[in-house]
Nanobody, 123 residues
Framework: QVQLVESGGGLVQAGGSLRLSCAAS????????MGWFRQAPGKEREFVAA????????YYADSVKGRFTISRDGAKNTGYLQMNSLKPEDTAVYCC????????????????WGQGTQVTVSS
């Protein structure tokens, strides 16, 4: 059974930083992509960032490029999302997901999902 567990969310002031973690267990992920998605109240889920598990290739939504950094630690089977210069519009539930497709921006291509962690940015 694959499990993804996110942590690191919370309340932060605009301009602040948070680092989200996504711990994966249940299988090896050397050929998978890990992605982060977010969903704000009343809005559709949107792609944030993704990383190829072994190669370290990264992908970002334009809205977070230059502010967020995705990384992973293969030895720990854990992915990270460092979020800097946070804005109120970044407020959302952030979920990590793992999948085998390079269509990293499409939620339906991911096989496994975490429960999500709330990020709230106050103005």
């Amino acid at each position: 059974q694959v499990q993804l567990v996110e942590s690191g969310g919370g309340l932060v002031q605009a301009g602040g930083s948070l680092r989200l973690s996504c711990a994966a267990s249940g299988r090896t992920f050397s050929r998978y992509v890990m992605g982060w998605f977010r969903q704000a109240p009343g809005k559709e889920r949107e792609f944030v960032a993704a990383i190829s598990w072994s190669g370290g290739t990264t992908y970002y939504a334009d809205s977070v490029k230059g502010r967020f950094t995705i990384s992973r630690d293969g030895a720990k089977n854990t992915g990270y999302l460092q979020m800097n210069s946070l804005k109120p519009e970044d407020t959302a539930v952030y979920c990590c997901a793992v999948g085998g497709s390079l269509r990293v921006g499409l939620a339906r291509t991911y096989d496994y999902w975490g429960q999500g962690t709330q990020v709230t940015v106050s103005s």
